[in-house]
């Protein structure tokens, strides 16, 4: 009788049985190694092997599925997953258990293969459990090796089960092997496979748990040796083999199914990780900001807006690391160390081109690990608008030059540094003249154009080191540094004037001129506020000594500014102190002598001064704002006074440009007029062609409501200002007034005469009645009479003087000889 499949293994023999075992030794005792390539039904290992990789990628699928789930249902499909590895462990055992045939009468406890089973579950469960739910780093490793120790104590116990009819010896060097065999290719398995989410990974894991279940099993059966022993007989209540593979074939069966619902979860699971990953990705597309999703350092995928900001594709950025893209370290580490947090550092494009961008850096979970993801906002827009700011902050925006800002700071640390250096320097203050006129005149947009030109010329007579700054308006300033003396303070001031003698297309040449006012430093001023205050007298007197010229700071203009300033200040009690009254001057008809009315002339009595030019504080009321209020106060006290006339005579009220173009000037008018009862016919209004022109809209929509309520409209000073045809047509003027200058020159210069009879055809023409103001001679009003004038003003008639001087005139028909028959007062 020969045992084939048996290794003999003489030590488990007794003693004296030695020497006839030796003879069967070569013959009888082969290894379970050889036993299981030349013996077992290498179909049944074969399906052994097949169920062992059906069950492990089922298992490990099923563990995948589980780490997407949370809560309850994660430990649910554990122990699915548990189930599924368990049963493929012991399917595998048992069905390579079939396969193994010793030719010896074997069958199975029952207990035991039952307990076989339910360990190699338990202990699956908990190795996988381990792996996915604890928080140590080698978890994975540790849940594996549980796993691999399930393998062992499953196979153990299944063999502890099986029965047969010999003695089993076990060769403890394999024994230990398989154990070992079994629980690192284990812990390999599920450590690969839990390091990611791809279709590889799961694979990976999958073969490593085969291989690692199929080399215990063999490595085991290995170790294990049978002496036939017939006297040993199978217990009655064992299973026997055919009834074994029924059972496990019932297991390959649930593991089948189990493998249907892992594969159909999978497929699901796909599916909608594809459909995420493209909303997420056409998502992220639409996004402004560039996204990066970044496994570590390496990018994973990218949108649309990073991909244009790098100049590259988004399949050629993946892959790379961010260090590519972002190069300051310590930026990045930043980044990912401070979540949420925005860090502003410079992207390196394709190009090599550095960008401005803000990241900030999010921990998300993608495919069931922690990833994170960084936005990228451009900052080029906004570096741009910031640096604008910046521009604008110490810049004019029309003409670029320095604005008053950067003037004040530069001025400050011009002085300080010529303080310390003991040396001078000069300031130059210009301001244009004729400027509004300009504007009123052509437009702003000329006006602009103007300011621009007059820039670079002024620019261009300048040499380095010299600031030009446009303080506001039409004002500018130059900081000289090199400039130490008056002559050649003169000499840059010739420069700065030659260089404006230029043919402004569209703007008469000498319409805009420039007047300079000098001041040098320390001599004039030791501080930026006193030497701009000198440079502003000196500016003010070059503007009053003939304009488009400069002039140096004395110290007697100190005392002029002084004076301007104390007559603002007493002018703003003067009504309160009823220092001002009014004056009244006749117009009369020229052919007959007979008075139509007067014009009322303010009169400032001071305290101190005692009567105070209008000429002088009128231009002062108007600079300051104070003739709102003072003109107020005439217009008041004229209705007041000519509403009291026994005789209806017109009474002409000179009204500025500010008060006409004010809000509420024409229902305070005839709010006025009411309160007075004076018939609006008998109001005349007396504008200059400048304040129409100042703002010709306002002033026109004032004229036409004034017109509308009656009130009769003048125009003054005719033949000084612009004189324009298209100013008589446009606004609704009911006379035109001559300027004294023409009446007064008559017969010593014949254009004067021409002009005044321009005028009265001018105003023949439109239909327009012509006064003539100033006539002081018989001469002047013999030519006015034989030119056609109707009417005249003047000392000829009578001087400015108050209301009770003409008391004859207002009470009863009289009319003046064209003689002086009034002594003048207040005038
Ligand atoms: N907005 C207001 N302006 C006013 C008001 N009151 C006066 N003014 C303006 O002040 C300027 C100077 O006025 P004044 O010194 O009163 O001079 C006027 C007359 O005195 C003077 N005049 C009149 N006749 C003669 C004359 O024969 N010879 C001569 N040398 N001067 C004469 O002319 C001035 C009147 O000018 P006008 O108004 O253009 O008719 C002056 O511009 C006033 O307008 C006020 O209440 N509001």
């Known amino acids: 009788m020969t045992f084939p499949h048996f290794r003999f293994r003489p030590e488990l023999l007794p003693r004296d049985d030695i020497g006839a075992a030796g003879d069967l030794q070569r013959l009888t005792m082969l290894t379970v190694y050889d036993c299981i390539v030349s013996e077992h039904d290498l179909r049944l290992v074969a399906l052994a092997a097949l169920v062992c990789a059906l069950a492990s990628l089922t298992g490990i699928n099923l563990l995948h599925h589980a780490r997407r789930t949370h809560g309850r249902g994660q430990f649910a499909w554990l122990a699915i997953a548990a189930a599924s590895t368990g049963f493929g462990i012991w399917a595998t055992h048992f069905i390579a258990m079939l396969a193994f045939s010793p030719s010896l009468p074997t069958a199975y406890n029952v207990t ?92 990976v894991g999958a073969l490593l748990l085969t291989i690692a279940i199929c080399s215990h099993h063999f490595t085991a059966m290995g170790a294990v040796s049978i002496t036939p022993d017939p006297s040993i007989a199978l217990s009655p209540s064992a299973i026997h083999t055919e009834w074994l593979a029924s059972g496990v074939a019932f297991v390959s069966l649930s593991i089948l199914l189990l493998a249907v619902l892992a594969l159909s979860l999978d497929i699901r699971e796909r599916r909608r990780a594809s459909l995420e990953m493209q909303r997420m990705r056409d998502l992220t597309d639409a996004a402004v900001e560039g996204l990066v999703l970044c496994d570590g350092d390496s990018i994973v995928t990218v949108n649309q807006s990073f991909a244009r900001l790098t100049g590259l594709t988004s399949e050629q950025i993946a892959g790379q690391s961010l260090a590519a893209w972002v190069p300051d370290s310590a930026k990045r580490d930043t980044l990912f160390g ?130 030009l700054a446009r303080l506001g308006g039409d004002e500018f300033a130059i900081i000289a540094p090199h400039v130490t003396n008056p002559t050649q303070a003169g000499q ?154 026994k005789r209806p005579l017109s009474v002409a009220v000179n009204v500025s440009a500010l008060q006409l173009t004010s809000d509420g000037f024409v229902e305070f008018v005839q709010a006025i007029l009411e309160q007075t009862n004076l018939p609006a016919k008998r109001l005349e209004i007396e504008i200059t062609e400048t304040a129409l022109i100042r703002d010709p809209n306002r002033a026109l929509l004032s004229l036409q409501r004034l017109k509308e309520i009656g009130v009769n409209i003048a125009m003054d000073d005719f033949g000084t200002g612009y004189s324009s045809l298209s100013n008589l047509r446009a606004f609704p003027f009911d006379k035109i007034k001559i300027d004294r200058s ?70 009863d028909e009289f009319m003046v000889q064209p003689k002086p028959l009034m002594r003048a007062v207040g005038d």
């Open 338 to 467: 401070w979540p949420g947090q925005a860090v502003e550092t410079d992207l390196r494009n394709a190009d090599g081109t550095l960008l401005p961008v803000e990241l900030i850096a999010r921990q998300i979970t993608y495919n069931g690990t922690p990833h994170n993801v960084v936005a990228f906002r451009d900052l080029r827009d906004r570096r741009d608008a910031e640096a604008r700011i910046r521009y604008l902050a110490h810049h004019d925006a029309l003409t670029g030059l320095d604005n008053r800002t950067s003037f004040d700071y530069r001025l400050d640390r011009e002085i300080r540094l010529h303080r310390r250096t003991k040396r001078q320097m000069a300031l130059l203050c210009l301001d244009l003249d004729g400027f509004k006129d300009v504007n009123d005149l052509y437009g702003h947009a000329t006006g602009d154009r103007v300011l621009q030109d007059i820039a670079k010329h002024l620019s261009s007579a300048l040499v380095d080191g010299q600031m």
């Open 492 to 645: 840059l001031a010739d420069a700065l004037l030659k260089a404006l003698k230029w043919d402004e297309e569209g703007v008469p040449i000498g319409l805009v001129s420039v007047s300079i006012g000098i001041a040098l430093y320390p001599s004039d001023g030791k501080d930026r506020t006193e030497l701009l205050s000198s440079a502003d007298a000196a500016l003010y007197r070059a503007k009053t000594e003939g304009k488009g010229t400069y002039r140096f700071f004395e110290a007697s203009m100190g005392a002029q500014i002084r004076e301007r300033r104390s007559i603002e200040h007493d002018l703003r009690s003067a009504i309160a102190n009823n220092e001002l009254s009014l004056a009244y001057q006749p117009q009369a008809q020229v052919d007959t002598g007979e008075v139509n009315g007067f014009e009322v002339l303010l009169r400032w009595n001071h305290p101190t001064r005692g009567s105070v030019s209008p000429a002088l504080f009128i231009p002062i009321a108007e600079e300051s704002g104070l003739i709102l209020k003072i003109g107020e106060w005439v217009m008041r006290e004229a209705c007041r006074e000519a509403a009291s006339w």
């Open 742 to 811: 023409f009446i007064q020159a008559v017969h010593a210069n014949p254009q004067a005469a021409a002009i005044v009879r321009a005028v009265l055809g001018l105003g023949r023409g439109l239909g327009l009645p012509v006064i003539a103001e100033g006539v002081e001679t018989s001469e002047e009003l013999r030519f006015l009479g034989l030119e056609g004038c109707a009417e005249a003003q003047g000392y000829l008639f009578g001087r400015p003087a108050p209301i009770m001087e003409f008391m004859q005139l207002i009470t």
């Open 112 to 203: 035991l293969t039952i307990v076989s089973l339910i360990a190699a579950v338990m202990l699956t469960g908990i190795g996988v459990g381990t792996a996915l739910l604890s928080r140590l780093a080698l978890a994975p490793w540790i849940g594996g090796a549980v796993v691999g120790g399930g393998i062992a104590v499953m196979h153990y116990t299944g063999m502890a089960a099986f029965e047969v009819a010999g003695i089993i010896a076990w060769d403890s060097a394999l024994v230990a092997a398989s154990i070992l065999l079994g629980g690192l290719l284990g812990a390999a398995a599920l450590a690969t496979t839990l390091k990611g989410s791809s279709r590889g990974v799961k694979l």
